[in-house]
């Protein structure tokens, strides 16, 4: 029977996540828009990862976690238009008084942005990172962290997807995706926790 997979972080002896102590790390939270809720890009469990978003907004302030908040600026009259209902932030996840709110134009969080700069003022070299899409904008950008020398974390159960076509197979299921997503990313470039509990 052959042996159970590993991944490559598991093969080098990567230690296990561990709790950061108030101010050590950020929670990132990604385009949690209505975009995902009300308009053209309904999310498969979008619902239950913004509940969990909630949770984690709570357990961040608990720890003393700064909390940023990256959000898609679309073109006007477009998805994610900011002026537009699908550009508005989710109500999980509307900013609150001191947290910071950065706009980007491409599915990684950093690529033209100062996220690394607001990151690095903060001494912060950590992140924990949920939100929409797991496949696109949280992969690129917690691969992209790894890049500049960011450690992750990913909150498995705050991210959500949509199912996808296939060149030659008939779609993929959200549901698959967002767990392939999940695993690729755990093989290289973040720590995948379950729950906002596990930070």
């Known amino acids: ?19 950061p102590g108030a101010g050590e790390a950020a929670v990132v939270l990604i385009d949690a828009q209505r975009e995902y809720t009300i308009g053209a890009l309904p999310l498969h469990g979008v619902t239950p ?10 357990r961040a302030s608990a720890m003393g976690l700064p909390v940023i908040h990256v959000r898609h600026a679309g073109a006007p009259g477009g998805l994610f238009d900011l002026d537009g209902p699908g550009g508005a932030f989710c109500d999980e996840a509307v900013p609150r008084d001191g947290e910071a709110v950065i706009d980007k134009s491409l ?22 990172v949920a939100g929409f899409m797991t496949h696109m904008c949280v992969s690129s ?13 990913v909150i498995g159960s705050a991210c959500a997807t949509r199912a996808l076509p296939t060149p030659h197979n008939g779609p993929i299921a959200a549901a698959d995706l967002h767990r392939a997503s999940l695993a690729a990313l ?14």
Not at 1 to 19: N, V
């Open 1 to 19: 029977m052959p042996d159970a997979p590993k991944t490559l972080r598991a093969m080098a002896g990567a230690p296990a996540w561990q709790h």
């Open 49 to 58: 990862a913004l509940a969990e978003i909630s949770r984690l907004r709570a």
């Open 107 to 128: 599915p990684n969080a950093f690529a033209g942005t100062d996220l690394a700069a607001r990151l690095e003022a903060l001494g912060i070299r950590r992140i924990v």
């Open 141 to 153: 950008t917690v691969r992209a962290a790894l890049d500049l020398g960011f450690s992750s974390a």
């Open 186 to 199: 755990s093989d290289r470039f973040a720590d995948i926790l379950r729950t906002s509990a596990e930070i």
